[in-house]
């Protein structure tokens, strides 16, 4: 019997961060989708706010979905110690979690950081949760910083809707 991983299951993950009044800032594949991006994501990135109290909230939330650090030969991940000060020690983690893939990015490339991201988020209502969302412009500068292949790939449909959101946005 294999296992397998987890149905990604964003909504799932993202109550779960709300539930624990996490403050964070959805970046990535996910942030696009919510921006209109016909593109596919597998998992939702967050960026969060790296401050103490919102350290234990989030280490909280993620015991509730059981998260544990993604391997490639172990679709159920492995366990690892989630704890405020575990998770301060690397600059990004890759989670397999009850929700499926959720990774964290304490500098997402192209940014500073948390500060930087929430200056221009959106906050995007899904369900009965409110969502802080980087901005289109946010997603695109950190996937051209990141500059790897299927970022490359998304630009161009991310620039076209950017340009398109700029030309209906009254002056």
């Known amino acids: 019997m294999t296992l397998e991983s987890p149905r990604f299951r964003p909504l799932l993950a993202l109550e ?100 930087d991201l929430v200056q221009d988020a959106l906050a995007y209502e899904l369900d009965d949760i409110v969502v802080m969302v980087a901005s289109l412009a946010d997603v695109i500068r950190s996937k051209e910083a990141a500059g790897r292949e299927r970022d490359r790939a998304a630009l161009p449909t991310l620039r076209l809707l950017l340009e398109r959101a700029e030309k209906q946005q009254p002056l």
């Open 16 to 115: 779960a961060l709300a539930r624990h009044h996490v403050d964070y800032v959805l970046i990535g594949g996910l942030a696009a989708t919510l921006h209109g991006s016909p593109l596919t994501t597998g998992d939702a990135d967050i960026c969060p706010d790296p401050t103490p109290d919102n350290l234990v909230r989030l280490v909280a939330a993620l015991r509730e979905l059981d998260a544990r650090v993604y391997a490639p030969d172990s679709p159920r991940g492995l366990k690892f110690d989630i704890a405020p000060e575990t998770l301060v020690q690397a600059q990004i983690w890759n989670l397999v979690t009850e929700a499926g893939r959720v990774d964290i990015s304490w500098l997402p490339s192209g940014t500073r950081g948390y500060p």
